[in-house]
């Protein structure tokens, strides 16, 4: 379609680590690279993951579920249409299941949900998708599924393959209470002496940050499920360095961090209920790519969907690491803006 | 800090276009580049970009406000001492504006909010920041203010220099109710001819899409002011192009689309209240940025912020074009899919 | 406890209507009672109710939905303590069952959702509750379920017997996407010559205005699934007047108006997915309830359920009758401050 | 308009504590009406009113802000002609505010903001209204406002007196943020002996559990500003003895609830910035309200204004009492349903 020339844009890269990682997905030390225009991300993310060499279990990285969704639209005759619609369907998964297995090796479907509003009907279809992100697989699933239902589905007609409540790239809720992409807990305790020596902070002064500026400041600001300091950040870095679309962030930062004092030292915590990685799939045919992932030890030959949960376990202890230097940073006044300043007079020297 | 080795993550590129623009900030015919994984982009914007050329005026952009914000957290006695010390600054404004105008050719303060939660104080200070997009500048003038604050107003003490009241990066109802970079209104009016030519489907369709999809849907979804189909792509792939902080798409994406059949013929528009973009600046300095800033006409000898403004609505013009695009493809049962085949298959072939 | 004297708040109350309502649950005419302070609403409702009377299918009301939900909170050791205890109520399901149906003969487990941030888990139980809205119902069945789980589930310790993501007379997006309360979609098509006649307006002016009013007004206030004008102000009304818990309509009041013009006339519709109300329970015992109540056919011999599901379907078709009486007089300058002069005039005069 | 005949449903109203409050509004010690259906209510406030009068400033109840706010709905021709709107309205603001000193005695245009997509232009006036809640008279005054722009500003067209963005009696983040109602923050500091003693818990559980529940799980729930855990409750009560639209309990119910730990104290503080209440006006002509509010004292000769501000920060109290009450009880595994069942049993033996 296009015959347009293909440049790039050679985005600075570099590789920052090694984090200390275990869970229920993996153990082990790991380099991670980041890509960003925002170079004092480095050295943040790298204090965080010195921090997590120091303590003995790392991070503790646990994945808490994995679905893609896409949301058809369809038009009904009125409210009962729409009502019964769904209930020839839920009476159908069987059939609808099958409809999904014949477009892809991997997508399957696992789950369903709708929203009636007037005489419209959104359903929105919930897959697995081995070890690919899935936008392309589910879109394709559903257009299958839209051939079924309206095949098959009396008294509705075509809206879109799309009906915005999947929800995709788009600040919503539904995405972290229904979930869509990879949902990763990252924990990490660290003793109180680390928190001094390494964040020249306090456990106390770190909680008390998190629930004055992470909880309570963001709820002011008329904030949607978001009560962390930067995630976008991180996931931008981490997504652009191994291919992912990096679009997904505005989704992928809406998560939380938890923090509290345990006998004096520091318990922290991120929530990332919304990472859409792939370790397979769009953006992943590049070279510098496949050498990334593969060095991130996601190319690796395993059951389908494992490296892609390595991806996102790594992804999500990344984001631990440069939220728990910012937060530590913020607790200090001035620090933040001598470590842009220094930043920035390193590379007017070099 | 870091003596790490800074390679790139060359994410693939292509000037699409041109576009034609009209409004209170430019006049003219613009390629655009886009750096994006997803490469369906190119031809979908190429396509609104194209249909831009055959309407008379364009793409009118409107800029409708600019400025940046940061917003210092204090910890107060109480909600009186916060109280009272809202009242200081407000009567010493002036005093404000010249702490501001010292650290900084460009950074002017412009207007002051604030929260107060318990014994919580949030001052939101909002600045004009030249050709920048600000997010150093205003954190620096914000690091002296918050000096000049503990120096001068007594019953506060330092909370951060960030209290996400900004709101940086977050998913947030603030930045679009109180403004928080360029917002910019896109509008164009499409003869129902071209409509039915060049997108395959008919004002109604689009306009009823619209309504169901970007409001309705969004809303079900528990949206935060996101009524749109996919901004957050155009943004990413403009500000990776053109060396912007993409994170920033988060708030970016959180826009309106609104449609009207006027006459049989079809108004489209993108309202972008959260443009966060800059001419110079952090990641500016890359090469390849410079040459795309320059081809933009963003590199004149213009007034300070000229340069901005016109790169913000370039950017909110190729979001309307991928939009209309998209919506269109979506009115038709498969176009969407077909269209990502197609591409498969060419990237294949070449 | 308390040994204080009650007294009673007289809140002025007047019967409407009848309207006139089909559909899923119930058919026939019903008069209505409203008690409020605003009783400019009265005539407002009784226009909507006379016009349903003059359409064939008057309101056409769908119950698609019923459940009450209240979700407790568990500190868990650690995030996979939380992940390892859901597994475990998931797969003790059964037994969770037979924990609920003992603490009443009406209370039954029908579903549960969770959320983990961190070491943090929220267990959000969904009950059927017959004809009570539930509220005691299920916090009393939570109380045994929250017994069960410290007694079987290890690595788990009691946090609150609510954990806010149930979520109880506030503002969120959980209960719209996962139910709690009825769902009732209430829809109504009027001819125009009515819409002409009895609202002094045309279907494309209603159409016009809820897009711009309650879809796009709502979302650049920032509001969250809210797309109407004032569904609060009936609820308010017909709650009172029978006996529901008012505060309720902090969440009944999130729902969305959705309309069309449908070969020149109108299609209106209102989509309230979070009404609770019961027939029985607290507040139902007073005589003035009681009497409203029969009057309203909702206290007759009937499978449980039935009545409350009545009294729902009742409610909502009020919803629809003072929101398509208000959208239709601002669509006319100057005819809401006209009809609220009148209202006061009629008072002084009377 | 309507001849029907006038009843009333006798809601159950008592009167609570006296609590003692002091502050920026008032000092002294109130008892409290309440009418409600759920009769735990009562004894719930009253142990935080008890509490209130054990400490030495009791309740300390700050008044941060007051305004009243109603959008008019503009059609413009296109995104332009309303920038020049505004523009023009900006300039001619002094015009604007004689245009609405004629509508009342009382009524004030204090200051405006506004919002564009694509070409409709939302306009939210803000004004201060005396003793009353201001609904009809902000209507009025809109109304003559409406007329004043359709005379003198160009390229715009009625679009509806209340575009949404005011927000009246909807869940949405701009009365948090522009303000809507009286802004109130209530605190108190608890000694160690009287959170045990009276709450039967401690500071930390208190502090501890506003964290994960109020914070956290509203957050989760995709909760819109509203981190507490039942306002709505004390607010509905609290409105209907006083003859409120208690419809505006839906954005009343949207505050934040902080608590810390302080030297072993318990520091616990509502924020409510949308209270929306008046001592003067609609509801307020009925016997029992004219005696509830000048028992309340706020029906004495006072500067316009101040009684309604005694009433907003009576109310404000109230929430806290009721606040503190439950979040007290909900610390306590059982001690919630406990309470509930003692209230019925006393009820049945009454």
Chains 1, 2, 3, 4 share one sequence.
């Not at 899935?134 to 239902?149: C, E, I, K």
């Not at 409540?165 to 990879?182: E, H, Q």
Request: proline share 3%; glycine share 10%; net charge negative.
């Amino acid at each position: 379609m296009s015959t347009r020339e293909t440049s790039t844009a050679p985005v600075p890269m570099q590789w920052v680590g090694p984090l200390k990682v275990s869970g229920n997905v993996m153990t082990g030390s790991q380099e991670i690279p980041l890509a960003t225009y925002e170079s004092p991300l480095w050295p943040s993310v790298g204090r965080g993951a010195k921090i997590s060499t120091l303590v003995e279990s790392g991070i503790v990285a646990t994945l808490v579920d994995e679905r893609m969704a896409r949301s058809i639209l369809l038009e009904a005759d009125d409210a009962l249409a729409a009502v019964n619609a769904m209930a020839y369907l839920r009476s159908h998964e069987h059939e609808l299941r099958d409809v999904v297995a014949e477009t892809s090796r991997f997508a399957r479907l696992i789950d369903m949900h709708h929203q009636i509003a007037g005489n419209l009907l959104f359903v929105r279809f919930e897959f697995s998708t081995g070890d690919a992100s899935g936008h392309n697989m589910v879109t394709h699933a559903s257009d299958r599924l839209m051939d079924y239902v309206l095949a098959h589905v009396s008294g509705v007609r075509y809206g879109s393959i799309s009906g915005n409540y999947c929800s995709d790239k788009k600040a919503t809720a539904v995405n972290g209470i229904l979930g869509r992409g990879k949902n990763v807990v990252t924990e990490i305790l660290i003793p109180r002496a680390i928190v001094s020596r390494w964040l020249r902070t306090t456990p106390e002064a770190v909680v008390d940050l998190n629930v004055r500026k992470n909880l309570i400041g963001t709820m002011l600001a008329g904030g949607l499920r978001s009560g962390n300091a930067h995630y976008a950040n991180m996931l931008l870095g981490f997504y652009l360095a191994t291919g992912q679309d990096a679009a997904n962030i505005v989704e992928g930062s809406q998560g939380i961090t938890h923090a509290e004092v345990r006998d004096g030292d520091l318990y922290f915590s991120c929530t990332l209920p919304n990472l859409i990685v792939g370790s397979v799939g769009n953006g992943k045919g590049l070279d510098f790519v496949e050498e990334n992932l593969t060095r991130l030890g996601c190319r690796e030959e395993r059951e389908p969907g494992e490296n892609a949960r390595r991806l996102a376990v790594l992804c999500a202890a990344t984001v631990l690491c440069g939220e728990l230097s910012l937060m530590a940073a913020q607790t200090n006044p001035g620090e933040l803006m001598q470590s842009h300043l220094q930043m920035e007079r390193s590379k007017q020297s070099a």
